[in-house]
């Protein structure tokens, strides 16, 4: 398999050294040269298969010739031997024919865990066979920090530093991130948004001089890694509601554009999904572009749902290569001109195709506490924001009652008690065991000025295991 860039002038790669490379040399984002696709026999003779099992059977396509079939398989029986549920991902019904896949039984009870617990052992695997070390930087609107921390805390040749906005993060999503101690683990608290934090990261892998000749490794869902994990839970879950016999549609919860990418590349790869609902809350560029084809910058709003407190959603970018026909120049002059203006329309046709599948919805922190209370009194489960969005664009979107419409469950309740509490809702879920002392423990985390040359010189002066690089 041989990855190519979304704005065609960096060098193919192999899977190794596009987990490794994150960002493509041209500043464009890998894909799949050629994207692998099954046939129904094949999906559906994937029935009833332990989660860890059917990963293998979608992702294998992806390492060939990187990673043997006996390391992928016991790295994915490792990943996703770690979460709470048997299933791992196990569906929750709401209604008649609508669903919560729950995505957040993992270590820090987020989605990201999925991409971030496997992405971790990829770069152990990958690094101590070439004896590289290399150092991690990452942005986060919540989730993913904690997520990368937690899949690659072990890892012997890594140095993380993850930046999250200053004070724009919940309470737990900040404290699953500074209470995990270890001299390769730095959290960064930037005196901005997240837009920052994500535009500093993208400077860095530009010009990587700061490093004095270490690799830099991105953990954001540019990194294919990441994509690659999230497709295998639509399967899971199209499966187990009749797939490939019958057509699933989902909502997404999302303000990055990459998890619900990973449903599009799902469909492209054969599994029958009739729609795909982008669910936001009101930094809405995505229902914007989805809804009347205009993706603009805007200001960026604090809300109840922070993991979505994003204005410019970096896998955007994928999309756009194959609407117009996976021509890189097309695609490259299209981002030299947003970067330049703040602005991004396509041609009508091209719009009209996203169309074809995609539908949209922008959800403010009122209706969002209206959603958690409705479900609530109706099924007695409980949402976190996220997820509420979700279920509230499934509801306000979905094309047929006849198809049945899974919301993602993008993280656990106890996550987010403001919404829950704003909801009316006072049976505040109870933190999992093997997070009751949270509050108790120790903290680390370094306040930054949000400034990439202080940002580059923190990272110069603390990696290698808290010695200079």
């Known amino acids: 398999m041989r990855y190519i860039s979304t704005r065609g002038q960096a060098p193919a790669l192999n899977f190794e050294d596009v987990l490794l490379a994150g960002l493509a040399s041209d500043g464009g984002l890998y894909v799949p040269e050629n994207l692998p696709r099954f046939t129904v026999e094949e999906i559906a003779s994937w029935a009833g298969l332990p989660y860890h099992e059917l990963a293998f059977r979608v992702m294998r396509p992806f390492v060939a010739g990187s990673i043997s079939d006996a390391d992928f398989k016991k790295i994915l029986e490792e990943t996703y031997g770690v979460f ?7 569906l929750r019904q709401l209604n008649g024919n609508e669903w919560v896949l729950e995505l957040f039984h993992g270590p820090t009870l987020a989605f990201k865990d999925f991409a971030l617990q496997l992405l971790g052992r990829l770069l152990d695997h990958v690094l101590t066979k070439r004896g590289e070390r290399v150092v991690i930087m990452g942005a986060t609107s919540g989730d993913t920090g904690s997520a990368a921390i937690e899949g690659c805390k072990a890892c012997e040749n890594v140095d993380i530093f993850i930046m999250h906005p ?5 309470e737990v999503q900040r404290r699953q991130m500074t209470t995990i101690l270890g001299e390769n683990i730095h959290n960064i608290a930037i005196e901005g948004n997240f837009d920052d934090c994500q535009e500093m990261v993208k400077a860095s892998f530009a010009d990587q001089g700061f490093l004095k000749g270490t690799r830099l490794v991105a953990v954001n869902s540019i990194n294919w890694a990441r994509i690659m994990a999230q497709i295998v839970y639509y ?12 057509s ?25 999904i009739s729609q795909l609902i982008v669910a936001t809350n009101r930094n809405d560029i995505l229902h914007r572009f989805m809804s009347g084809n205009r993706y603009d910058k805007d200001t960026l709003h604090a809300s109840l749902s922070p993991s979505m407190d994003i204005m410019v959603s970096s ?9 117009h026909g996976r021509n890189g120049k097309a695609v490259a002059e299209l981002m030299d001109n947003f970067k330049a203006t703040g ?11 996203a169309r074809r599948l995609f539908d ?10 209206e959603t958690i209370a409705q479900v609530y009194a109706e099924s007695g489960e409980l949402l976190d924001p996220h997820t509420a969005i979700g279920v509230r664009a499934a509801r306000e979107c979905r094309r047929s009652l006849a198809v049945p419409m899974v919301t993602l469950g993008t993280a656990h309740p106890v996550k987010f008690p403001e919404a829950v509490e704003k909801a009316g809702i006072e049976a505040v879920p109870a933190l999992p065991a093997h997070l009751t002392d949270l509050f108790e423990r120790e903290e680390r985390c370094t306040v930054l000025a949000n400034e990439l040359a202080k940002v580059q010189a923190f990272v110069s002066a603390h990696g290698n295991r808290g010695k200079p690089l």
């Open 315 to 323: 896998n955007f970018e994928r999309l756009l290569f194959d609407l």
């Open 84 to 90: 709470a549920h048997n299933a791992v991902a196990p």
């Open 343 to 353: 602005k991004l329309a396509v041609e009508d046709d091209r719009w009209t195709e």
């Open 235 to 246: 399967f899971h879950a199209a499966l187990q509601l009749g797939a490939p016999a019958r």
């Open 360 to 369: 949209s919805l922008a959800v403010n922190d009122e209706e969002t506490c």
């Open 248 to 272: 699933v549609a989902f909502s997404v919860p999302t303000g990055n554009f990459g998890d619900i990418f990973a449903g599009y590349l799902a469909r492209n790869m054969g599994l029958p």
């Open 166 to 170: 200053h004070n724009r993060v919940s």
